[in-house]
C-alpha cells in the first residue's frame, strides 16, 4: 500500500492506494498535516512508503517524522519521468506538472496530451506523440481571479463563485461574475481551439479544484478527473521503481 500526498499551493490531498485500485482520498489544510497522515497511516497500517509531490513551503521535517513508519520520497525534477523534458527551464518546471505530464503519458500511451489543472493557478501541460514535454501556460485560477479584483482594487468586493446569468454582466456583482467565470471558460476554450488547429489525435484531461464546475460549462466536451494528480502520483512512484 502506497500513500501518496499532493501538497499544493492552497490545500493538501491525499490519496492511500493498494496497486492501481484508490482506497479512500483526504483533503486537508496545511496546519492538519502531521494530526492527519498520523491518523491516516493507523488507519491503513499496510502502507509502505509515502510519496510526496510539493508546490507548497512545507516543511519537509513533517513528513520526515514519519520515516519511522515507514519510507518516504519526496519527487522531484531529478526522478525518472517516461518523456523527454523540452522546458527551456528544467529545473524551475513545477513537480506538479511533472507528475501530472508523466500520469498522462502513461496513462495514454502514442498520443497527443493536453492536461488543465483548474487549482489555484490554471496550468495547461502538452505531451507530444513522441513524448516530449513541451510545456504549456499558467494563468491565475479561479478563486484567485475573485481575489485579485477585490484585493489590487478599492471598489470591487470579494464575490465567492458563482454562475453568471448572462456574459452581459448587469450589475457590479454580475459584471465581476461574468468576467470571472466567462473568462475562465472563455480563455479554456480558447486554448483547446488553438491546440486542436495544431494537432490531431490529442486527448484532453481536465483535472484540479475547479475541475467538475469547469467540465459541464466548457464549449468542448472533455472528461473530467478531479484525482488525476493522486492517481498519476501513484504511477509515476511505480514508474521510478521499475526504473531507477
Ligand atoms: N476549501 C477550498 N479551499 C480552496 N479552494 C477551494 C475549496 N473548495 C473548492 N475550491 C476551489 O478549488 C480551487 C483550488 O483548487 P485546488 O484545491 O486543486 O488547489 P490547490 O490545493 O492549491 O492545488 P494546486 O496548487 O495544485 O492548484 C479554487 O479556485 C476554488 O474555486
Ligand atoms: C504553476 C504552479 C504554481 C501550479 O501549481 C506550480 O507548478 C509551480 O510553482 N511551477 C513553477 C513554475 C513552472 O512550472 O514553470
Ligand atoms: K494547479
Known sequence: MILTVDVGNTRIK???FEGGTVLEIFTFEKNELEKKIKKIL?????????VVASVGNIEKQSFLTFEKDLKVHFLTHEDVFPFTNKYATPKTLGIDRMVLAAGATLK???QN???IDAGTCITYDFIDENDNYLGGAISPG????YESLHNFTARLPLL?????????????KQAIHSGV???FVYEIDGFIDEYRANFSNFIIILTGGDADFLAKRLKNTIFANSNFLLESLNQTFQYKIDND
Not at 142 to 145: A, C, G, M, P
Not at 161 to 171: A, H, K, T, V
Request: aromatic residues 8%; charged residues 30%; proline residues 5%.
Open 108 to 110: 495514454f500511451p502514442k
Open 181 to 183: 467565470v466567462n473568462g
Open 160 to 172: 465567492t463563485l458563482e454562475s453568471p446569468d448572462s456574459y452581459i454582466g448587469d450589475s457590479t
Open 142 to 145: 479561479l478563486r484567485l481571479r
Open 14 to 16: 491525499a490519496a492511500v
Open 113 to 115: 496530451r493536453l492536461v
Open 42 to 50: 493507523e488507519k491503513f497500517q499496510k502502507c509502505s512508503d509515502l
